[in-house]
């Protein structure tokens, strides 16, 4: 089984490889998709362009693909979506009727998804003196958005400052994604649509 994630950039790259490690501990033994991205530099296209987008990876006969899901931020810098469950309306809207594609998103943006793993941004940083924002990672907002928290504490550590793709990997590298899911519903849908494509077990 072949399947695409559309998205953003360079820092969600780093997350489809701690999917497929992740994925490899849910039991598909033989199941196992090729999970490749597809990463648009920025954002994700809008309207009919990511409706052909979407096509023209399902029909690539050189490389056919099995299913595309596609991976947005809330915040992306425009107001095209309310919230997470806006952003997976509208884009499904956007697409059409396909079966074959699911899209999903990230509140407010992917580096929610990294807040559980405090201790470990702390370590990097360089900083324990910063706390930990409180409540549900993925309603952490405020006008001040995960990823500005985790520039924050990088520059008060003074070692390095906080650059994405990097020091994302180097967070996750420590860390169970199962953590994380556990603490953030849009994640755990996200990697509930592909384990649920690979007839795995689902994330409770």
Same mark, same amino acid.
């Given at each position: 089984?072949?399947?695409? $994630? $559309?998205?953003?950039?360079? %820092?969600?790259?780093?997350?489809? /490889? ?16 090729? $999970?490749?991205? *597809?990463?648009?530099?920025? +954002?994700?296209? @809008? ?5 052909? %987008?979407?096509?023209?990876? &399902?029909?690539? +006969? /050189?490389?056919?693909?099995? *299913?595309?899901i596609a991976l947005t931020d809330v915040y992306t810098g425009n107001k095209d979506f309310k919230d997470?469950?806006?952003? @997976?309306q509208t884009m499904r809207k956007w697409v059409g009727a396909n079966d074959k594609f699911f899209p999903?998103?990230?509140?407010y943006d992917f580096e929610a998804w990294l807040l559980p793993f405090w201790p470990t941004i702390q ?6 003196? @910063? ?22 504490? *990088?520059?008060?550590?003074? /070692? ?5 793709? +990097? ?10 994604? &199962? ?10 849908? *996200?990697?509930? %649509? $592909? ?10």
């Open positions: 089984m072949r399947i695409v $994630i $559309i998205v953003e950039g360079s %820092t969600e790259k780093v997350l489809i /490889k701690h999917i497929r490690l992740f994925l490899e501990t849910r039991g598909l033994t033989g199941r196992m998709p090729s $999970i490749k991205p *597809f990463p648009c530099n920025g +954002r994700l296209p @809008k309207g009919d362009e990511l409706k052909r %987008t979407v096509e023209r990876l &399902l029909c690539n +006969r /050189k490389k056919p693909v099995d *299913f595309v997470a469950a806006d952003a @997976k999903h998103a990230a509140q370590e990097l940083a360089g900083n324990n003196n @910063k706390a930990a924002p409180g409540g549900n990672p993925e309603q952490v907002n405020h006008n001040n958005p995960p990823a500005h928290r985790l520039h924050e504490i *990088f520059k008060l550590g003074n /070692k390095y400052r906080y650059v994405k793709p +990097r020091d994302a990997d180097r967070i996750l590298r420590k860390n169970d994604l &199962l953590i994380s899911a556990q603490k953030c519903s849009e994640l755990k849908s *996200f990697l509930n %649509t $592909i384990i649920k494509l690979c007839d795995g077990e689902l994330i409770p």
